[in-house]
């Protein structure tokens, strides 16, 4: 498949980050990196609070720095394991590398601390200095975590189980999931997958119950996974006296718990839309039932032929071209300077990503193409957050960091122009159909499965903290009870279906992240709405968010695009553009 498809060599470089995982480079910088650390604690611990402006600016700047090489050395490290999680030597290095994390973490937990502890009236006599302009937002986001610190030892023995804990975990699930082989031909996860998109009603429901077999072979493991992680967040919001299993996951978003309530229930509200699409799919396709597998089944009249990655390339490119020349032209450094790794190889993690990893490299990209339109759309995905992430490096390490929710903003409008570039060349009305209806369903997974999967989310952190261990059963249980209400009669769910939790890794990784999807989604329908009317001037304003990374609270950066987050009616908006695309397929059948 990769020759046919030409990413064999689509492989990326990570020599921008060190020339090899032996290399000198390396290993002096994790030994700089510590260096630093110690260095810092020794002339700073203790003196926070007396600090003038100057000398803060200073320290926060040398901080800064050790943790721009910390992330390097991560990024390195992870970037290596994830395309060979069968290799132990890779392993190891992860490993190695997050047991430095720690001890660095450890000697410079001090300035949180400290700088939380400060009374607020000397805390904004120190922000409005001039020195500090630049690191204003990120000290003042920092001091909304501090009714949740902890004392000083309590902190430094997290950090020190920091290793063990959480990544452990995540690791041990890539290694399982990144080595499960599928059926007879041993398929990875990404193939079988892939599979469930075949225009063939047989491979699908072949596809559908290779997947299901594989992963019941290893539902135990998954099942302790999910739970000690689960147990882990208890645990931990407990200590820091969280309210509720997602309100850490806000406060880093930067949102109220209202706000996400709202987007929450608006969204629930109108899974109508996709009772709707699905029966009209099923009619299209000519079926009595609609099962679980058929959901991606193509509609006839669309292009299946592969899409080959040059031809993705070009149609990307084109397309980010037709809103911003400079949009195009960032994101063709990706394809040509060797930051994209594509093929399907043995071991390798499923899924996609892109990792903004530091500053003054680059970020880089992973996905498993398989030549689908589906692919195509993915590779614009991480291609917007690519484009985010090199755009917002001007503002250095702690600024470019986005909050998730605006994360997904750029790169669900990636996809955005990518659909609308290639729709207005389709003029055959069953071919304009058939690509619509994919994309109505790339924003269904994005808006209602993901909230779906949120309500899942906040059933099984409950439920763990209710009832103690879960059994697989009461998390299959939990599963079907939150998709079921998405799509009501309009499609059948086998019992197969129950344990398709299992491999979805945002649960584990990054609990509460996943209505961030959602939030994108109807986010960047209202911001292309305005694009359409204002032409342009939105262009200069849309780059300008992008180039703002996260300096600034999501509120903050979508001000000057007047748009109120806490208004339930505006997501109510996304919704019906969402609505009127279906009734516009309704109208044509």
Known sequence: ???????????????????????????????????????????????????????????????????????????????????????????????????????????????????????????????????????????RSMRRFAPHQLSAKEEELLQDLKPVGRSAWNLLFEKVLGQLRFGKQGRSEEEVLSALYSPERSTREM???????????????????????????????????????????????????????????????????????????????????????????????????????????DIVLSAFAGFSSEMAEVADQFFTKGWIHAPLLPGKRGGAFAHPCVPEVHPYIMVNYTGTMHDVSTVAHELGHGIHQVMAAGQGYYNSDTPLVLAETASVFAELLVFQAQVALITEAKARRAFVCQKLESIFATVFRQVAMNRFERSLHNGRRTQGELSAAQISSLWM?????????????????????????????????????????????????????????????????????????????????????????????GLTIIDSMLSGLDEAV
């Open 207 to 313: 596809a559908a119950g290779e997947l299901t077999h594989g992963l019941q072979g290893h539902l135990h493991i998954f099942t302790h996974i999910f739970n000690t992680l689960a147990a882990e967040k208890m645990i931990d919001d407990r200590l820091r006296q969280y309210a509720t299993w997602d309100s850490a996951m806000h406060l880093a978003n930067e949102l109220d718990g209202a706000t996400v309530e709202a987007l929450v229930e608006e969204v629930t509200a109108r899974y109508d839309i996709v009772h709707r699409y699905y029966r009209l799919k099923k009619e299209l396709l000519g079926y009595a039932h609609l099962y679980d597998y058929d959901r991606y089944a193509p509609i006839p009249g669309g292009d299946e032929a592969s899409i080959s990655w040059m031809q993705c390339r």
């Open 481 to 573: 009870e939150t998709q079921r209400p998405m799509f009501g009669d309009s499609v059948v769910l086998r019992d197969d279906y129950r344990i398709w939790w299992t491999y979805i890794s945002h649960f584990l990784a990054t609990p509460g992240y996943v209505y961030s999807y959602a939030f994108g989604e109807l986010l960047v329908l209202a911001l292309y709405a305005r694009y359409l009317d204002q032409g342009p001037e939105f262009v200069g304003r849309y780059l300008q968010l992008l180039r703002a990374g996260g300096n600034g609270s999501p509120q903050e950066l979508v001000d000057p695009f007047g748009i109120d987050l806490s208004d339930a009616s505006f997501w109510r908006g």
């Open 1 to 139: 498949m990769n020759t046919q498809l030409g990413t064999s060599e689509v492989i990326w470089s990570l020599h921008d980050l060190y020339p090899a995982t032996e290399s000198q480079e390396l290993r002096e910088d994790m030994f700089r990196c510590l260096e630093w650390a110690e260095q810092l604690a020794a002339e700073v611990v203790g003196r926070v609070h007396n600090l003038d402006a100057q000398a803060f600016f200073q320290v926060i700047d040398r901080l800064e720095s050790i943790d721009t090489l910390m992330a390097r050395l991560g990024t390195f490290a992870f970037l290596n394991f994830t395309t060979q999680t069968s290799d132990a030597a890779a392993s190891a290095l992860v490993q190695q590398v997050e047991e430095l994390e720690a001890a660095v973490g450890k000697r410079t937990l001090f300035f949180r601390l400290e700088w939380n502890a400060i009374e607020a009236e000397t805390v904004e006599q120190l922000l409005r200095q001039p020195e500090l302009t630049g690191y204003r937002h990120f000290l």
